[in-house]
Nanobody, 115 residues
Framework: QVQLVESGGGLVQPGGSLRLSCTAS????????MGWYRQAPGKQRELVAA???????NYADSVKGRFTISRDNAKNTAYLQMNSLKPEDTAVYHC?????????WGQGPQVTVSS
């Protein structure tokens, strides 16, 4: 089984930046896909950004041009650099991977963007 630990998050003003990290451990035979998701209060979880082992990325339209996902395969870690943050980015963020998808999302970094 793959274990995932996220870190980062915090309280920032609009226009600020944060960087999230997601590190995988355990059964990490081959992780092709790593994605960042978020869930705002009263809303369903949505995909924010994803990256494959080959470096292909995709982003939600709402974060394109502001967020950047990257990964360090040697460290089994994915990062989400969030710039030009907006209040609507406020949410709890989680990562997940394939193979080894976890149904229990656990805890994740809280990102709060407020003036």
């Amino acid at each position: 089984q793959v274990q995932l630990v996220e870190s980062g998050g915090g309280l920032v003003q609009p226009g600020g930046s944060l960087r999230l990290s997601c590190t995988a451990s355990g059964m990490i035979f081959s992780i092709n896909y790593m994605g960042w998701y978020r869930q705002a209060p009263g809303k369903q979880r949505e995909l924010v950004a994803a990256i494959t082992s080959g470096g292909s990325t995709n982003y939600a339209d709402s974060v394109k041009g502001r967020f950047t996902i990257s990964r360090d395969n040697a460290k089994n870690t994915a990062y989400l650099q969030m710039n030009s943050l907006k209040p609507e980015d406020t949410a709890v963020y989680h990562c997940n991977v394939r193979p080894g998808w976890r149904n229990d999302w656990g805890q994740g970094p809280q990102v709060t963007v407020s003036s």
